[in-house]
């Protein structure tokens, strides 16, 4: 046993410090980034923020809403192929490539990956998606992965230390997903006492993968989009959003009434309800690491992306950012006490 006495912070922790800026409008921020991957040494321009891949946000209902922002949705794993197949017939090729095709690490969804891919050469990306990233099995199956899939974009994850993602890179991955415990419907931490703070585990997380020719997403954690700033201050490439994006028409939930008012329900993947509904219950061997939470239903994604896309310009006008990349360049982090005035109540 050992003890790290050195100080890790979360989003909550820390404001960006404003500059100088000869910046007269929001309007003048570029929020798009280009990318060559490690790997697959092609470019990709988008605006790095990703749907997650839940059954509650990161559906094909959300991948096209995204894409026509030239936002990214990385889809569930548990559409079949015949699911893809028509999807991908009335998405036009060209926003294929906004699209990650999620996986797990059993012989079958190595199987079903294949199967997937084989129906667009537009798709780019591939997430290799498990609760943790630390077992010698994740790593193997990455670097088979990496072997069947040269012409792919990897995305392995999660982890929250530099050392575990130099190995995922050294292994076949490009981009890093980088979160334990910190979403919004997520139980880890309280469950099993493993964590990271976020903002640190960015920090450390993009520091390791950029030394080696490699990036990182942020996958979890914010709650407003000025977290999700912090996110691309601390160095992430890309930010995942779960319940951000939650609770929209897009997600194809259910929507119901109570109390005169209407509600969706969010959940995370290691939750009882998501394990009911696609493993036959929680295994005798484990406990359920996600809760389910009821959202009022807020309608169309799109007033959603407009406030995060404009939350993201703003921040970077206060620090002379003309573009999103140079974001991390401009951050200065400064600890705090709090983060709101919340007479009232939160926004």
């Not at 980034?33 to 946000?57: H, L």
């Not at 995204?66 to 794993?77: D, G, P, W």
């Not at 498990?130 to 010698?136: F, K, L, P, R």
């Amino acid at each position: 046993m050992r003890i790290e006495s050195d100080l890790k912070l979360g989003f909550k922790d820390v404001l960006i410090r404003p500059k100088r800026s000869t910046l007269k409008s929001r309007s003048q921020v570029e929020v798009t980034r280009d990318f060559t991957f490690k790997n697959k040494q092609s470019q990709w321009s988008g605006v790095p923020i990703i749907a997650a891949n839940m059954d509650t946000v990161g559906t094909f209902g959300m991948a096209k809403a995204l894409a026509a922002h030239r936002m990214m949705t990385a889809v569930h794993k548990h559409y079949e192929q015949d699911d893809w197949k028509a999807f991908l017939a009335e998405l036009p090729v060209e926003q294929h490539r906004y699209l990650m095709v999620s996986s797990g690490t059993s012989d079958h969804d190595f199987k079903k990956l294949q199967e997937i891919l084989a129906l667009s050469s537009e798709l780019l990306f591939i997430c290799i998606d498990v609760a943790n990233g630390y077992s010698e099995h994740f790593v193997n199956y990455v670097a088979k992965v990496r072997k069947y899939f040269p012409k792919h974009v990897v995305v392995a994850g999660n982890v929250v230390t530099g050392e575990m993602a130099e190995e995922l890179i050294i292994s076949g991955a490009d981009i890093i997903k980088v979160g334990i415990g910190p979403g919004s419907v997520c139980t880890t931490r309280v469950k099993t006492g493993v964590g990271y703070p976020q903002l640190s585990a960015i920090i450390e997380c993009a520091d390791a993968a950029h030394g080696l020719g490699g990036q990182i997403i942020a996958d979890g954690g914010c709650t407003c989009p000025g977290d999700i700033a912090k996110a691309f201050g601390g160095g992430a490439d890309f930010v995942m959003l779960g319940g951000m994006l939650a609770a929209h028409e897009e997600t194809g939930g259910q929507v119901f009434e109570k109390d005169g008012q209407q509600w969706m329900r969010f959940y995370g993947m290691s939750s009882q309800s998501a394990m009911d509904k696609h493993a036959g219950g929680v295994a005798g061997y484990r406990a359920a690491e996600g809760k389910t939470v009821e959202l009022p239903f807020r309608g169309s994604v799109e007033g959603t992306v407009q406030d995060i896309l404009g939350g993201v310009r703003s921040a970077c006008t206060y620090v002379g950012a003309s573009k999103l990349k140079e974001l991390t360049k401009r951050t200065t982090f400064v600890r705090v006490a709090e983060q709101e005035n919340t007479v009232f109540g939160q926004i």
